[in-house]
């Protein structure tokens, strides 16, 4: 069983930044694929980033790409959002996810992960 606690969301202006932090329970998380997920209201869960499990792979949603760094550090067992450049659109509730037998180095689909965290809320407002 894998745990995941999402923390760092907030409420921010647009233009700010937030950093997302998703820690991971497990001794083998060195070797999960990883990933940010988010919910708008009323909308579908939709992918934002993700990372491979030594981190040397990572791969963005367009609407994110240059703005928003995923990254990992397996010695804290933890993968991490930086947002950058936030935009009202960005609103959503941020999940992080976890597949800890990744059939590819990037994971893209939410039905490719196992575990799910929480989530954190974010809010840019204009």
């Known amino acids: 069983q894998v745990q995941l606690v999402e923390s760092g969301g907030g409420l921010v202006q647009a233009g700010g930044s937030l950093r997302l932090s998703c820690a991971a329970s497990?001794?083998?998380?060195?070797?999960?694929?990883m990933g940010w997920f988010r919910q708008a209201p009323g909308k579908e869960r939709e992918f934002v980033a993700a990372?491979?499990?030594?981190?040397?792979?990572?791969y963005y949603a367009d609407s994110v790409k240059g703005r928003f760094t995923i990254s990992r550090d397996n010695a804290k067992n933890t993968v991490y959002l930086q947002m950058n450049s936030l935009k009202p659109e960005d609103t959503a509730v941020y999940y992080c996810?976890?597949?800890?037998?990744?059939?590819?180095?990037?994971?893209?689909?939410?039905?490719?992960?196992?575990?799910w965290g929480q989530g954190t809320q974010v809010t840019v407002s204009s």
């Open positions: 990372i491979s499990w030594s981190g040397g792979s990572t």
């Open positions: 497990g001794r083998t998380f060195s070797s999960y694929a």
């Open positions: 996810a976890a597949d800890p037998y990744p059939p590819t180095a990037i994971v893209v689909v939410a039905k490719g992960y196992d575990y």
